[in-house]
């Protein structure tokens, strides 16, 4: 189980930036998970909880205010902190009147930024209820991403990050034949293909927990000479 660090998503495309505020996060006890578009965050939201968002309002694409706007759509609590290099007042209306808890401006100092984030957690804990998780489920598994554990023919298993990054990734893809260097990229970072081995034992290790027969699987596909599918409903296409 994973249950003892908060959650951040950081929104930034400033990759030094990103890789700083990143770094000493981390360093302050938070787990974080880093996106470089407005796009990349609200897909992972469909699938993964944080307990704070720090958002960047110049973004490729889609804005920060736009984003804003469209998490607080889908969930009117989690908190968001926005920062700009922008100094103007109307944009700190903005970023407010969009769903933001609160507004940075760039340049800032890390002690204000990590007093920021604390303050914000400490705030938003009190009122934040645990939330009601409704499982993924196939065939006879039923599995829970955000507390990180599974139900399966075998019994309940606790799910490490990796397990939970690979299923978010073939849940959220079923059906789609994802080429193995993809699944390395999204789920460890890189995308060698002399990693592949990692990737096939990490399948086998998926397969023995939720397959009836592992020999045999029918919801962990392999698709020759690309990489894998998830199929929910389960349909054999060879070991």
Same mark, same amino acid.
């Given at each position: 189980m994973n249950d003892e660090k908060p959650h951040i998503l950081l929104v930034e495309d400033e990759m030094h930036l990103a890789r700083g505020i990143c770094f000493n996060l981390e360093q302050d006890g938070y787990r974080v998970s880093h996106v470089e578009s407005g796009e990349e965050a609200l @897909?992972?939201? &469909?699938?993964?909880?944080f307990a704070l968002i720090i958002l960047d309002v110049m973004l490729p694409g889609m804005n920060g205010f736009t984003v804003c706007e469209k998490i607080?759509? &889908?969930?009117?609590? #989690?908190?968001? $902190?926005?920062? &700009?290099a922008r100094t103007d007042e109307g944009d700190r209306v903005t970023g407010l009147k969009s769903?933001? *808890?609160?507004?940075?401006?760039?340049?800032?100092? $890390? /002690?204000?930024?990590?007093l920021r984030v604390g303050g914000m957690l400490r705030?938003?804990?009190?009122?934040?209820?645990?939330? !009601?998780?409704?499982?993924?489920?196939?065939?006879? /598994?039923? !599995?829970?991403?955000?507390?990180?554990?599974?139900?399966?023919? @075998?019994?309940?298993? *606790?799910?490490?990050e990796?397990? #939970?990054?690979?299923?978010?990734?073939?849940?959220?893809?079923?059906?789609e034949a994802i080429p193995r260097g993809e699944i390395l990229e999204n789920v460890w970072g890189y995308s060698s293909d002399t990693e592949t081995r990692t990737l096939d034992n990490f399948v086998v290790r998926l397969r023995k927990y939720f397959e009836p027969n592992p020999a045999r699987p029918l919801?962990? @596909?392999? #698709?020759?000479? #690309?990489?894998?599918?998830?199929?929910?409903?389960?349909?054999?296409?060879?070991p």
């Open positions: @897909q992972r939201l &469909t699938y993964d909880r607080r759509a &889908t969930d009117p609590r #989690v908190p968001i $902190l926005i920062l &700009t769903g933001a *808890d609160d507004y940075l401006t760039k340049p800032f100092s $890390l /002690n204000e930024f990590l705030r938003s804990a009190w009122y934040r209820p645990e939330p !009601v998780e409704e499982g993924y489920r196939f065939g006879d /598994n039923e !599995v829970f991403l955000l507390s990180y554990h599974a139900r399966t023919a @075998q019994g309940e298993i *606790d799910l490490t990796l397990e #939970v990054k690979m299923l978010s990734l073939f849940f959220h893809r079923e059906g919801f962990f @596909q392999t #698709v020759r000479g #690309v990489g894998y599918r998830f199929s929910r409903k389960g349909g054999e296409l060879g």
